[in-house]
């Protein structure tokens, strides 16, 4: 394995793009390499016009079980942990700014910054056995990072509380408090996956691009900015051709005689 990518990268024809992570011995855990591996990936999918869906994975047994902390605890300095997890937020960052959908799908164990990487994908499907936690607590370190994606995804005691006992929840669990979109058995994971890719590949990807950043401009907006932003980004998108021309064919079927 050492001698293996550290993130996995595949495209199919309809421009789906699946990342995956793959240190399946260490539970697919986010050392210094697999962040900058998951970076230049990331990278690559923004400047890709053909682009239209990213999906992210873990080999092996887990989705994603957070830091390496075998290697934070060989460097203890305050130089190298801010650098660290400055590192692990432009990852985080660089999934909420690309133009198109990041879906998570999780399986076997999504922990502390692995729960992070699935809140702040834009949407997860998770297997059935799976489980989260943010878990930092269990050792002594607060997970705050995580905490960011964390409470944008559900609501603020179920936040907090995930956050201060690092307790274990299911995925239906994480269905009921927003984190996840769907549970499904381990068996039928990749198929939901799958279709909800496909959902998204057939709509207008740049409807998607424009949505997309605006969605995320407008919740850390005052209303009045957000209603200002959104109206401008639904003008703009009325002007692009796949909008306009699917508007007239909605009006031309409304139109035949019944």
């Known amino acids: 394995m050492s001698d293996s990518p550290l993130v996995l990268v595949e495209r199919d024809a309809r421009g789906v793009v699946t990342l ?3 240190r399946p011995q260490a539970f697919n855990a986010l050392s210094e390499a697999m962040l900058e591996a998951l970076q230049t990936a990331l990278d690559g999918v923004a400047g890709d016009a053909n682009a239209r869906v990213v999906v992210i994975a873990g080999a092996g047994k887990a989705f994603c079980a957070g830091h390496d902390l075998k290697e ?5 300095s305050l130089d190298y942990y801010q650098r660290l997890f400055e590192r692990c937020s432009r990852v985080m960052l660089a999934i909420q700014r690309l133009p198109v959908p990041v879906i998570a799908r999780v399986h076997g164990i999504a922990t502390a910054a692995g729960c992070q990487l699935v809140a702040m994908c834009d949407l997860a499907v998770a297997a059935r056995d799976a489980r989260f936690a943010v878990s930092g607590i269990n050792v002594g ?3 705050s990072t995580p905490s960011v994606a964390l409470s944008r995804n559900v609501s603020r005691k179920a936040a907090f509380e995930m956050l201060v ?3 274990l929840i299911s995925a239906d669990a994480a269905l009921a408090r927003g984190l996840v979109n769907r549970v499904v058995d381990a068996s039928e994971l ?3 996956v799958e279709a909800l890719a496909a959902s998204i590949v057939a709509k207008p990807r740049a409807a998607i691009a424009m949505g997309k950043a605006l969605f995320y ?3 850390e907006a005052g209303i009045a900015d957000a209603y200002a932003d ?11 051709a796949s909008a306009l ?3 007239q064919a909605f009006i031309d079927r409304k139109a035949r005689p019944r």
């Open 20 to 22: 995956t992570l793959n």
């Open 165 to 167: 006992t690092g307790d």
């Open 72 to 76: 934070m605890r060989a460097a203890p």
């Open 245 to 247: 021309d699917g508007v």
């Open 190 to 192: 990749d198929a939901a």
């Open 230 to 240: 959104a109206g401008q980004t639904m003008a703009c998108n009325m002007m692009d």
């Open 141 to 143: 370190l607060f997970c």
């Open 217 to 219: 401009r407008q919740l």
